[in-house]
């Protein structure tokens, strides 16, 4: 167990729709990070967050947004969803800034379908 | 965009033999970071090898680094069946203004018992 959470772990839904995935960092750690992977696409570092701030932005399209609240937790959004925004959304957190600590600890990931 | 990039792509080996996996970078690094994940699990950090090192060890796991080939590769001895999982490169991408931890695409590891 990382001791990241994340809600929901399946989540099925059309195309259109907006979903809103969540995240619980380990505590003590301040940096939140959401990643996408899919097959074709493998592990896409979409953005991060530090104690509450935007740090550093991927490849994430204008329809996802994300958020840092005062107490760590994050949310990704993701609306008007297509069919290839099926994948699994990974969050991570760090306890502070990936080139400087390092290890990355990963939740067990929410599985999105749209249909 | 990636920045590590492993090869091969997979790899099917007997339990007891030995398993390597190669990563390819772009770019000056800090350190490089490999992680492990089961078929549709979270990711599960394994050990970090910094740019002024060559070699790491870490029980069955052996790192090693060339910065001047921009290479590295991870070498996992006396393969078991609970092994089979795929590995990751990780290295942190100064592209803008942040740094942040990029992956390749890994290697897919079976090992037959």
């Known amino acids: 167990d990382s001791g990241v959470t994340q809600t929901p772990k399946h989540l099925i839904t059309a195309t259109g729709q907006r979903v809103t995935l969540r995240c619980s960092p380990r505590?003590?750690?301040?940096?939140v990070y959401w990643y996408q992977q899919s097959l074709d696409q493998g592990l896409q570092f979409l953005i991060q967050?530090?104690?509450?701030?935007?740090?550093a932005k991927g490849n994430i399209l204008e329809r996802f947004s994300a958020q840092q609240f005062p107490d760590l937790h994050s949310e990704l959004n993701l609306s008007s969803l297509e069919l290839g925004d099926s994948a699994l959304y990974f969050c991570?957190?760090?306890?502070?800034?990936?080139?400087?600590?390092?290890?990355?600890?990963f939740g067990e990931g929410s599985r999105l379908t749209v249909l | 965009s990636q920045q590590g990039e492993e090869d091969p792509q997979a790899l099917s080996i007997q339990e007891g033999e030995n398993a390597t996996m190669n990563c390819s970078y772009k770019?000056?690094?800090?350190?490089l970071q490999w992680y492990r994940q089961n078929s549709g699990r979270g990711l599960v950090h394994l050990i970090l090898?910094?740019?002024?090192?060559r070699e790491k060890h870490s029980g069955r796991l052996r790192v090693t680094l060339d910065t001047s080939k921009k290479s590295s590769s991870l070498l996992i001895t006396a393969s078991r069946a609970a092994d089979t999982a795929s590995y990751f490169c990780?290295?942190?991408?100064?592209?803008?203004?942040?740094?942040?931890?990029?992956f390749g695409k890994g290697t897919k590891l079976s090992v037959k018992p």
């Open positions: 505590s003590g750690d301040l940096s």
């Open positions: 990780a290295t942190v991408n100064y592209g803008g203004s942040q740094g942040n931890l990029i």
């Open positions: 770019t000056s690094i800090n350190n």
């Open positions: 090898i910094r740019s002024n090192e």
């Open positions: 967050y530090y104690n509450g701030e935007e740090r």
């Open positions: 991570a957190s760090s306890v502070g800034l990936a080139e400087n600590t390092g290890e990355l600890f």
